[in-house]
């Protein structure tokens, strides 16, 4: 009956056929048929499951016939077919069709160094929580859920530990903040009383590995020894602070500074060197110099998009202090980063270099509503570490060429298609002198009223030319620093008694009373 419905095209001719043939098997039916019943078997799907199927199987028969065809041909030519194949590769994989992902060697990945820093580290310095789930206190710093945090107490005592939601790590705390492994460029300086009525003792550490809550005791041990002052320095700046001495009969001078930036750098567990066996009554800050560290040589390793300092890539320059990297985008942006080795690159990046605040960019750009080429030069204005437009923000501009080089060349390529362009040569633009360097807002001089069909640099963006004495004065500054931290700023060293290597400052009394302002310091 299925096979049939296809020689009735009108449904009474069908519905005739299909009661014909229903005749014999009334008897055994429980009730008559009816159209109603006939039109359900004759739906559209029903029909569908006998001519479909049987017109895909004799599709796919003589399909497969001439499949196994062709590839009998094939194989009796095999020479031939080998030759077509690679050619018809060529042609569909070839020109227009290159390649879209990129092959990158990845270098290993520290958990710690690539993970967002989502959270705020909160202190509660009166009660001696941390974590980042506490409420109504101070929030000192961002922080990630694996991050360590490092702890220094009154009592003259430090630990290091994983930041929680909430953690109690002991009152008295002085100072916490995030704590990276390896860090040897945060200096610590810390003067205490060394036991009780002892001598008060001075020293500059780094805190660069530990064992994760244990307790590290920065005095010799002495009981009663307590913290009279502390302070921290990111990149190792110095500082001098003024001593206030408690007045006793025999002291004419009540307070003199010291310069801490004197004091050579040295392990957590060193004791020390004394400032006075006079009982200080307070110790106050009185200004904060440079750094007293090398710089730190960075580069930039294109391969895996990464900053080191084991010399892999593109050699960026020695850092220190608030030196910054300038990152230029394909957008038209540029950022100014702090160079950490943790630092992420956006995928539309087209330049990285050291940050000279002096040093101009110059850019050449097409303004998308006045639809010409503009060229300007500035300098940084903005230097807080986000993105900055330097071009016109309207749809269709885009940035050309850019260049930090001491003398920028453009080249202008004209569109050789048009009658008023066809003949023209190439021109060569010295932007340094088409355009002074100017606010970093202006729009720029117009370059060009002619037809162009693009513009390029005829060197690297950082130029082929130094920049005149700037960089060999930054190069041997980089090697005075590097001198004085080899050789005595930064040594593991740990004093075994604490004495030795020790420079006392005290104030000894003058037999002469009438020089009422002279103190003699050792």
């Given at each position: 009956?299925?096979?049939?419905?296809?020689?009735?095209?009108?449904?009474?001719?069908?519905?005739?056929?299909?009661?014909?043939?229903?005749?014999?098997?009334?008897?055994?039916?429980?009730?008559?048929?009816?159209?109603?019943?006939?039109?359900?078997?004759?739906?559209?799907?029903?029909?569908?499951?006998t001519r479909f199927d049987t017109?895909?199987?004799?599709?796919?028969?003589?399909?497969?016939?001439?499949?196994?065809?062709?590839?009998?041909?094939?194989?009796?030519?095999?020479?031939?077919?080998?030759?077509?194949?690679?050619?018809?590769?060529?042609?569909?994989?070839?020109?227009?069709?290159?390649?879209?992902?990129?092959?990158?060697?990845?270098?290993?990945?520290?958990?710690?160094?690539?993970?967002?820093?989502?959270?705020?580290?909160?202190?509660?310095?009166?009660?001696?929580?941390?974590?980042?789930?506490?409420?109504?206190?101070?929030?000192?710093?961002?922080?990630?859920?694996?991050?360590?945090v490092i702890i220094f107490f009154?009592?003259?005592?430090?630990?290091?530990?994983?930041?929680?939601?909430?953690?109690?790590?002991?009152?008295?705390?002085?100072?916490?903040?995030?704590?990276?492994?390896?860090?040897?460029?945060?200096?610590?300086?810390?003067?205490?009383?060394?036991?009780?009525?002892?001598?008060?003792?001075?020293?500059?550490?780094?805190?660069?590995?530990?064992?994760?809550?244990?307790?590290?005791?920065?005095?010799?041990?002495?009981?009663?020894?307590?913290?009279?002052?502390?302070?921290?320095?990111?990149?190792?700046?110095?500082?001098?602070?003024?001593?206030?001495?408690?007045?006793?009969?025999?002291?004419?001078?009540?307070?003199?500074?010291?310069?801490?930036?004197?004091?050579?750098?040295?392990?957590?567990?060193?004791?020390?060197?004394?400032?006075?066996?006079?009982?200080?009554?307070?110790?106050?800050?009185?200004?904060?110099?440079?750094?007293?560290?090398?710089?730190?040589?960075?580069?930039?390793?294109?391969?895996?998009?990464?900053?080191?300092?084991?010399?892999?890539?593109?050699?960026?320059?020695?850092?220190?202090?608030?030196?910054?990297?300038?990152?230029?985008?394909?957008?038209?942006?540029?950022?100014?980063?702090?160079?950490?080795?943790?630092?992420?690159?956006?995928e539309d990046m087209m330049h990285?270099?050291?940050?000279?605040?002096?040093?101009?960019?110059?850019?050449?750009?097409?303004?998308?509503?006045?639809?010409?080429?503009?060229?300007?030069?500035?300098?940084?204005?903005?230097?807080?570490?986000?993105?900055?437009?330097?071009?016109?923000?309207?749809?269709?501009?885009?940035?050309?060429?850019?260049?930090?080089?001491?003398?920028?060349?453009?080249?202008?390529?004209?569109?050789?298609?048009?009658?008023?362009?066809?003949?023209?040569?190439?021109?060569?633009?010295?932007?340094?002198?088409?355009?002074?360097?100017?606010?970093?807002?202006?729009?720029?001089?117009?370059?060009?009223?002619?037809?162009?069909?693009?513009?390029?640099?005829?060197?690297?963006?950082?130029?082929?030319?130094?920049?005149?004495?700037?960089?060999?004065?930054?190069?041997?500054?980089?090697?005075?620093?590097?001198?004085?931290?080899?050789?005595?700023?930064?040594?593991?060293?740990?004093?075994?008694?604490?004495?030795?290597?020790?420079?006392?400052?005290?104030?000894?009394?003058?037999?002469?009373?009438?020089?009422?302002?002279?103190?003699?310091?050792?």
């Amino acid at each position: 009956m299925y096979i049939d419905f296809k020689l009735y095209s009108d449904r009474e001719t069908l519905y005739g056929y299909l009661n014909e043939k229903f005749k014999p098997f009334k008897k055994k039916l429980i009730r008559e048929i009816t159209n109603e019943d006939l039109m359900k078997l004759t739906q559209i799907q029903m029909i569908r499951i006998t001519r479909f199927d049987t017109d895909k199987a004799d599709d796919n028969i003589t399909k497969i016939e001439d499949e196994m065809k062709a590839v009998k041909e094939k194989l009796a030519n095999l020479v031939e077919y080998a030759i077509d194949y690679f050619k018809d590769l060529k042609k569909r994989f070839g020109e227009g069709k290159e390649r879209k992902t990129e092959i990158k060697i990845f270098d290993n990945i520290t958990a710690s160094k690539v993970i967002i820093a989502n959270k705020k580290l909160y202190v509660d310095f009166e009660e001696g929580f941390i974590g980042h789930s506490l409420k109504k206190v101070e929030a000192v710093n961002d922080c990630s859920e694996i991050d360590d945090v490092i702890i220094f107490f009154a009592s003259g005592k430090m630990m290091i530990t994983k930041v929680a939601d909430k953690k109690f790590v002991g009152k008295g705390i002085v100072h916490a903040d995030v704590w990276k492994k390896g860090d040897k460029r945060t200096i610590y300086h810390l003067m205490y009383q060394d036991g009780v009525g002892g001598s008060t003792m001075m020293k500059r550490f780094y805190v660069n590995s530990i064992t994760r809550d244990t307790e590290y005791d920065l005095t010799k041990g002495a009981k009663g020894s307590k913290m009279l002052y502390f302070s921290v320095h990111p990149n190792g700046e110095k500082e001098i602070v003024t001593i206030h001495l408690r007045p006793r009969p025999h002291l004419k001078r009540l307070r003199f500074d010291v310069d801490l930036g004197d004091l050579l750098i040295k392990g957590r567990a060193s004791g020390g060197n004394r400032v006075t066996k006079e009982i200080v009554q307070k110790i106050t800050q009185k200004e904060v110099g440079g750094s007293t560290l090398a710089a730190r040589k960075i580069w930039y390793d294109s391969v895996v998009g990464r900053l080191n300092d084991e010399g892999r890539g593109k050699f960026l320059g020695a850092f220190k202090g608030n030196d910054k990297i300038l990152i230029i985008y394909k957008t038209g942006e540029y950022r100014l980063a702090p160079f950490d080795l943790g630092l992420h690159f956006d995928e539309d990046m087209m330049h990285v270099e050291k940050w000279y605040p002096d040093r101009p960019i110059s850019a050449v750009y097409f303004d998308g509503e006045k639809e010409m080429y503009y060229v300007k030069r500035f300098l940084c204005e903005v230097t807080t570490d986000k993105k900055v437009c330097f071009i016109t923000e309207t749809e269709g501009s885009e940035l050309s060429v850019v260049s930090t080089a001491y003398k920028p060349v453009a080249k202008i390529i004209y569109n050789k298609l048009l009658k008023a362009t066809k003949n023209l040569p190439d021109t060569e633009v010295a932007l340094e002198d088409f355009i002074d360097v100017k606010g970093m807002k202006a729009q720029g001089n117009q370059l060009t009223k002619l037809k162009v069909k693009e513009i390029v640099l005829n060197h690297a963006i950082e130029g082929d030319e130094p920049w005149p004495e700037l960089e060999n004065k930054a190069v041997e500054k980089s090697t005075e620093d590097e001198t004085y931290e080899d050789d005595q700023s930064i040594t593991e060293e740990l004093d075994s008694d604490g004495d030795s290597n020790t420079v006392e400052w005290d104030i000894k009394k003058k037999e002469d009373e009438e020089d009422n302002d002279q103190t003699k310091l050792f």
